[in-house]
């Protein structure tokens, strides 16, 4: 029997839970779209929610030395989207994202915050937020190896997923 341990990100030590600062209607609504999506895995429905360039890796500037081309190399467009959506959205998102209530999401601090979530501020609108959505999970009762993460943000007044990430690349 797996376990679903959520917690806050690698690098999201800075992060505050959002539910305590009134998560807005707008993303209530959104998020309750994904999981329902991500339930039935419907990949139109979820490709019309992320921002694309969709960043596919996660690197933490102490311990990953990433020159911007490698960065570069984790953006995946809508085409390439279709072709990962299997990777992006395995078993274990299904289970386990229905399962998530919108109060487990985590509103990143960008200024305190790594040259990861930096990039991907620049481009929510002003005055808007990151949020991270972290699952760590396992078999049986242990601390969990697996983890996956869906980031979001506001982009032209609406919602979007605008990164994933999770402990394999998704592109070889």
């Known amino acids: 029997m797996r376990k679903c341990f959520v917690g806050i990100g690698l690098m999201s030590l800075c992060a505050t839970n959002v539910f305590a600062q009134k998560i807005d209607k707008k993303f209530k609504q959104f998020y309750r779209d994904f999981q329902e999506n991500v339930t039935i895995k419907n990949i139109d429905a979820l490709k019309e929610m992320m921002h694309y360039p969709l960043q596919t890796i996660y690197w933490i500037d102490e311990l990953n030395h990433f020159t911007d081309e490698e960065k570069a190399d984790g953006l995946i467009n809508a085409e390439q989207f279709e ?90």
């Open 83 to 172: 072709k990962y959506s299997d990777v992006i959205f395995h078993q274990d998102v299904q289970r386990l994202v229905p399962t998530m209530e919108v109060e487990r999401i985590q509103q990143i601090d960008v200024e305190a915050s790594g040259d990861y979530y930096k990039r991907l501020g620049k481009l929510i609108d002003d005055k808007s937020s990151l949020l991270e959505l972290y699952c760590q999970f396992s078999e049986g009762s242990s601390v969990g190896d697996d983890y996956f993460a869906f980031i979001f943000g506001k982009i032209n007044d609406e919602y979007k997923v605008i990164a994933y990430y999770g402990k394999e690349r998704i592109k070889e």
